[in-house]
């Protein structure tokens, strides 16, 4: 199927690894000029490499903070006008809801919250006076079915899924699509990170960790970033023009609800 996207300019946020560098990697695959961003220079120019020599297509790779002013400001300026945006950062970590203070909340607002609403922002008006875009937010299974040592990933990512429920019906008229993509497990950094903690905490190896969390998934096993980054691609192809505002789960079938 010709997603219908070929030539399209894209800024990915936090692409370059995990799930981000999933949804880069497929949009190039469908010809899609890329914006990739990340903190570390070196692994983000190295995957801007790779997806130039795997796609010929072209990527423009800029190292920043996305969640800061500075960051968002630097990535705009080099990015210019984009007809997708898909938006990324890391996740909170995980804890206890005696612990977490102001700033902690603070923090987990302005990097999964705010910073996404900053970028669709900036970036809408142009896809609306072109008539045409696609803005998919990498949210969380925790939006629908909370996690409780994620709570601050449950709060941040639930106010963006407000505003987006809101914004993405005043936008769709002049062609712009707004869509949350929720990430169940994954084997990406991010899992090993949180597999790590939940070993620790019980005393038990990482692998067991693991396979103890693969066990509890209906699929039986982790998500890819190739099956993300593909549902991804979709949801910013021509055909996803009628999908406004909607949470899409791929989750293996872990959160347990009829709808
Ligand atoms: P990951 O494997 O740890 O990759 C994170 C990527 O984001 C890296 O490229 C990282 O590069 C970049 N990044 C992190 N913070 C950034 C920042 N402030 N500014 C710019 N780039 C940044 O994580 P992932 O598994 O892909 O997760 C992506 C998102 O999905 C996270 O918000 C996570 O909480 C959420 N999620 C993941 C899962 C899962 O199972 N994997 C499940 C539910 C939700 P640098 O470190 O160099 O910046």
Redesign the pocket.
Known sequence: MDLGISGKRALV??????????CAEMLAANGVNLVM????AE??EK?AEDLRAAHGVEVMAI??????EE?RAKVLAAAGDVDILVN?????PPGSWQDWEREDFIKALD??MLTPIALMKALMPGMMARGWGRVVN?????VKAPIAVLGL?NSARAGLTGYVAGTSRQVAGKGVIINNL??????????V??DTAAAAQDGITLEEAMDRRAATIPAGR??T?EEFGATCAFLCSQYAGYMVGQNILLDGGSTNATL
């Open positions: 946020c936090a692409s370059s690894k995990g799930l981000g560098r999933g961003n990340a903190r570390g692994a983000l995957a190292a920043a903070d996305i969640t800061t960051g990324n950062a890391g996740g909170p990097a999964n990498i949210t969380s299974q925790s990933s929720l990430p169940g497990i994954h084997a990406t950094d991010r899992a990170s949180l982790y998500g970033a």
